[in-house]
């Protein structure tokens, strides 16, 4: 069963919610460091795996875009960024090699690009000025107290 980050924060101090963090971390890094050298580099010829690797590439480079300062000292150690081409590289393979995949990858495109639709449409509903502009959207979406807004809301 699913738990909220209350009932996290209830059950154990920040200390140890911190140390299982890192821990996590520690051992989603090392393995991703481990395993990218074992996953073939592949062309990405359908439209779903070309996507991917657009997405995947896209997402890298808007690492080095990020203005907050605590952002980007957390990048500085190149394990998201190491991460991000782990999952690249993974995800094509799979696409590119097994066909279940790609349905698969393709419906998780789908299903996001109709929530994040639905998401957006929303926020057009509150907004009370005509002049609609997508990038105060992205800063809403990416948004942490937004989230904590929407949630009460959503409830």
Not at 146 to 153: P, Q
Request: charged residues 30%.
């Amino acid at each position: 069963m699913n738990q909220s980050k209350s009932e996290i924060e209830a059950k154990f101090t920040k200390t140890e919610i911190l140390a299982r963090r890192n821990t996590m971390k520690q051992y989603i890094n090392g393995f991703a460091r481990m395993w990218i050298k074992t996953i073939p580099e592949l062309e990405a010829t359908t439209k779903i795996s070309k996507l991917t690797n657009e997405i995947f590439i896209m997402m890298k480079g808007n690492i080095k875009y990020q203005k907050n300062p605590k952002v980007q000292k957390a990048f500085e150690d190149g394990n998201f960024a190491i991460d991000l081409e782990f999952l690249r590289k993974l995800l094509i393979f799979l696409i590119e090699t097994d066909n279940h995949y790609e349905k698969q990858v393709g419906y998780f495109y789908i299903h996001a690009m109709l929530k994040t639709n639905r998401l957006y449409e929303t926020w057009c509903d509150t907004r009370t000025t005509r002049d609609i502009n997508f990038e105060e959207f992205v800063i809403w979406f990416l948004d942490i107290e937004s989230d904590k807004i929407y949630n009460m809301n959503h409830q």
